[in-house]
């Protein structure tokens, strides 16, 4: 039977309300992701002999280290390795705390009760509302932003209140907008440094006014810091953690997947407050028995040998460069970010004498299907693209050629500002 049959049956109106209920499926509404691919299979089929420069994705464009594959395939080859990790190996653990104070200076984390492994952090965010969210209970998130954690607050009965990222703060949410009535019901604040897709960094200054805010309204900080030690020119890497009285308010999620080119391997680690690491340690084991101990054994190898994601970020840092120059001489507005793989630009008004943008999906698709350049638009607060610099470039030859590529296709279309 296909799906539109299945659709006749009991099946149908079995679904939970969260995702739709009797009506999962039949909805019209096409997904900001989904628009993107149809448009690049499009732009494909229209132009099946021009490249189509996708810096839409952001996942790194290569593999990690070789070091770290070898670790993978040694520690695989043990028996020892073969059984259930649940919670995860102490190693590991050790290793994610001497990381934190190497890269971050962040002292005083316990490895036995402060830090526990995730598989990666989107499943760890997806399993926090259900330490502490009831039907009722708020979590504030900024936008635009990773909706993970919101999604599952409202899973649960939960509300989601949204706070703007704006230019003129810099990024950063102002607090201070946050009405004392929502944060008095919150349990849960959001925050994501460097941050996706504005590539804002955080600074001490104000981690130091989240941690007072927070314990003002007793609302718990969860940080999301997979970019964090991924910075440029001189920006030392900062954790949420480093900062006096942040562990008393909350924790933070690190991930592989982006430092060291580890996507795949589903790796990452919570760190914190150690009542909050064993709520969701609680949660964690009924919802999963743990990454393959070999890859946490190879992930802790990497932990150790941060020069590795100092290399990473030399690559970014340069890529970031060369595209900031090339948009800005075409009349954009980039600035180069302290942190994280995106460049967030601001979308033109229009065409000259032609098509105007009233949105940056409406830029952002006519890039895709007019300019073959694949990005992905932000509309929550202004109307932005997000340029990934994680496109498919064998080595800097290269990197200058696609971003030479893109001025040349951009040049030839007179944008309003």
């Known amino acids: 039977m296909s799906i539109e049959q299945y659709q006749q049956t009991y099946i149908q109106t079995n679904f939970a309300d969260r995702i739709g209920g009797s009506n999962y499926g039949k909805g019209t509404e096409i997904y900001k992701f989904e628009k993107i691919k149809r448009a690049k299979a499009s732009a494909k089929k229209d132009f099946p002999n021009i490249e189509l420069i996708d810096m839409g994705v952001g ?54 009760n402060e830090i526990v492994h995730s598989i990666g952090s989107k499943p760890a965010l997806a399993m926090l509302p259900s330490c502490f ?79 007072e805010w927070a314990r003002k309204y007793d609302v718990v900080v969860v940080h999301d810091a997979p970019y964090a030690a991924l910075t440029y020119d001189g920006m030392k890497p900062l954790s949420f953690l480093s900062v006096e009285g942040a562990k008393d308010v909350g924790i933070e999620l690190h991930s592989l997947s982006k430092s060291y080119n580890m996507t795949g391997w589903r790796i990452g680690f919570v760190a914190g407050n150690p009542l909050i690491v064993k709520a969701f340690s609680d949660v964690k084991d009924n919802n999963d028995s743990g990454q393959f101990i070999a890859i946490q054994k190879a992930a802790a190898y990497g932990l150790s040998r941060p020069e590795i994601t100092e290399q990473i970020a030399l690559k970014y840092s340069r890529r970031h460069n060369l595209l900031v120059d090339a948009l800005n001489e075409l009349g954009f507005s980039a600035e180069k970010p302290k942190g994280s793989f995106f460049l967030y630009v601001e979308a033109p008004k229009g065409v000259k004498g032609g098509q105007r943008f009233t949105s940056g999906e409406d830029f952002s698709q006519f890039l895709i299907r007019e300019q073959l ?45």
Request: glycine share 6%; proline share 6%.
């Open 59 to 112: 996942e790194p464009d290569e593999m990690a280290d070789a070091s770290i594959v070898t670790k993978l395939a040694e520690e695989a080859a043990k028996s020892e390795n073969r059984g259930y990790a649940d919670n995860g190996i102490s190693e590991f653990k050790e290793a994610a705390a001497k990381y934190l104070q190497e890269v971050f200076c962040v002292d005083g984390i316990d490895p036995v």
């Open 133 to 211: 969210i009831n039907p009722g209970d708020i979590t504030i998130m900024t936008v635009p932003g990773y909706p993970v954690l919101g999604t599952h607050t409202k899973y649960l009965g939960g509300e989601v209140f949204t706070v703007e990222l704006k230019k003129e703060n810099k990024f950063l949410p102002n607090l201070n907008d946050i009405p004392a009535d929502i944060a008095r019901r919150a349990k849960l604040l959001y925050l994501n440094y460097p941050n996706n897709p504005t590539g804002a960094s955080a600074t001490v200054e104000f981690f130091t006014e989240v941690v």
């Open 373 to 417: 350049i694949s990005t992905v638009p932000w509309d929550d607060a202004g109307h932005f693209v997000r340029f990934s610099v994680t496109f498919i470039a064998n080595g800097e030859e290269d990197e200058k050629r696609v971003i030479s590529e893109i001025k040349r296709r951009l040049s030839q279309v007179e944008f309003e500002f």
